[in-house]
C-alpha cells in the first residue's frame, strides 16, 4: 500500500496540544502519536485488514497523492509487487490549517458566495477553497487483474516526478521543470504531443498557479494544446491537498470509461493568461484514449501521470 498525504494528523495535534494545555502531559491520550504522524493512515489500514508486503506514505505536498500513485506504478513495473493498494487521503480543514491559509493570502475572499468562490482560470479568481477527501485505486499488473477476472478501467503508461527547487511557496515563474516533468511521463507513455486527448489540471483557483500552468500546458503540447480539453476538479470539490491528485486521476478514469469530460465551473469570463479549452460549466461527451494528470505541491514538485483506455 502506498498511499499520499501532506497533513494527515494535524486534527489530532491540535486537540492534543489543547489538552496538554489545559490539563498537563497526563491530559494527553496516548494514542496521539500513532495517530499525528503521516503513516497513521497506512498503518492503521494495514492492521484493519491485515495487508502485509510494501507499505509506504508519500508526503510532497498537494502532489502527494498523485506522486503515489506513480510510486506503486514503479513498483508494479520492476516486478516488486503484482498489486497494490494506492491514491491519497486528507482533512485539512482545522484552525491552524486554514489560519496558515489565510495568513498567507491564498484562500478566496468571495465570502459572499462561497459556491462560486473555486473558479479555476476564470478571469476574477482569487484563490482556492480547502476541501477534503480520499481516493484509492486498485493498482495491477496486466497477468495480476487477468488471473482474477477483474474489470480494468484504464491503464497507466507513463509516470515523472521533478522539483522546481525555486521556492517553498512562490511559483517558480519559467515552468521548466513542471514542463520536462510533463514532458517525461509523455515520453515513457511513447505518445507525442498530437495523442493527448484530455488534461486533468491542478486547476486551483490561484490568480498566479493557474496562468503558469497554463503556460506549462501550451509549452508542453505546443499548438495541440489549443485542441486539448482542460479541466479542473476543484471548482467543483475544492482542493483537497494532498488527495487531490487521487480525485483527479479517479475523474480521468471515468472521462476514459465513460466518454464525460468533467467541467471547469464558475467559468464566466476569460483571462488574457489563460487561453485554453477549459471544459466550462458543462459536462461533456468526448471520446478520451489518452489524459494526463497534472499535479503541483507546495515547495515546487511537479507530478504527472499519463492513463490511457484499455483495449482487450
Known sequence: MIIGTSINGMKTVEEQEVRLLRGGPSAVSPFSVPTAIPHGAVGNICVEFNIKGRSITISTGCSSSLNAIGHAFECIKLGVCDAM???????????????????????????D??????????????????????????????????????????????YANTTD?????????????????????????????????YVNAHGSSSRVSDERETMV??????????KVMVSSIKSMIGHPLGAAGSLQTIASINAITDGLIPPTINYEERDRGCDLDYVPNETRRENVDIAVVNSLGMGGNNAVLVLKSYNN
Open 85 to 111: 493498494f494506492t491514491g491519497g487521503t486528507e482533512a485539512p480543514i482545522t484552525p491552524l490549517i486554514m489560519g496558515g491559509f489565510c495568513s498567507a493570502s491564498v484562500l478566496s475572499k468571495r465570502n
Open 113 to 158: 458566495d462561497p459556491a462560486k468562490a473555486s473558479r479555476p482560470f476564470d478571469k476574477s479568481r482569487d484563490g482556492y477553497i480547502i476541501g477534503e477527501g480520499s481516493g484509492i485505486l486498485v493498482l495491477e499488473s496486466y497477468e495480476h487483474a487477468i488471473k482474477r477476472h477483474a474489470r480494468i478501467y484504464a491503464e497507466i503508461k507513463g
Open 165 to 197: 527547487a525555486f521556492s517553498m511557496f512562490a511559483v517558480e515563474p519559467t515552468g521548466s521543470e513542471a514542463v520536462e516533468c510533463f514532458s517525461s511521463a509523455c515520453k515513457q507513455a511513447g505518445i507525442c504531443q498530437e495523442d493527448v486527448d
Open 217 to 226: 500546458i501550451k509549452k508542453s503540447l505546443g499548438m495541440h494544446s489549443k
